[in-house]
């Protein structure tokens, strides 16, 4: 079967990840990635702007035992206040929190300066996972400003690659993959 789009994320950032490692999750939402970056990094940097995030993460994180995450009321923009190593791992859910209020959503210009930070801070080898949701309102920007920002990364220092339902309707979100090659 072929795999959703979210779980190729999934397994393209567990290909790199172990116990040695930092990752970032840069959209907590209701902990979901946080939880799946905490089962196999050694700690685990979660960014959101909304309380309600941060309280489902915590509950999510105290039912499964895990405690090597750091969840931070901030926006993903301001991650090089928090982390100054080397990520092995990073994973962005761009739109809106679902059961939130869906006229907050990830803006263009704080994801991309967030994505640069990233970058910034990615070891070689290390990999960036970027789930573009963009079916509400705003959400074409994003998509549009995050595409070309990862189609203008130099190849020689970048892999790139996109992962696309092509048959669905109703504008399904898409995987961005990008792999620190030097």
């Known amino acids: 079967m072929i795999k959703r789009p979210l779980q190729a994320s999934h397994d393209f950032l567990a290909e790199v990840l172990d116990k040695d490692s930092l990752a970032l999750d840069a959209t907590m939402g209701k902990g979901n990635d946080t939880a799946f970056l905490a089962k196999l990094a050694k700690k685990v940097y979660a960014f959101d702007v909304q309380e309600q995030a941060l309280t489902k993460t915590k509950e999510r994180l105290e039912r499964e035992g895990l405690i090597n995450a750091q969840l931070i009321l901030d926006g993903h923009e301001h991650l090089d206040k928090y982390v100054t190593e080397a990520l092995r791992a990073a994973i962005f859910n761009l739109g809106y929190l679902p059961t939130a209020d869906k006229s907050l959503i990830t803006q263009p210009n704080t994801t991309l300066?967030?994505?640069?930070?990233?970058?910034?801070?990615?070891?070689?080898?290390?990999?960036?996972?970027?789930?573009?949701?963009?079916?509400?309102?705003?959400?074409?920007?994003?998509?549009?400003?995050?595409?070309?920002f990862v189609k203008a990364l130099p190849q020689e220092t970048y892999a790139t690659m996109l992962y696309q339902p092509l048959n669905q309707i109703h504008r399904p979100p898409f995987l961005i993959m990008v792999e620190k090659l030097s």
């Open 113 to 148: 300066e967030a994505l640069r930070k990233v970058l910034e801070l990615l070891e070689v080898g290390g990999r960036l996972s970027i789930m573009v949701y963009y079916g509400h309102e705003g959400g074409d920007l994003e998509k549009d400003a995050v595409l070309d």
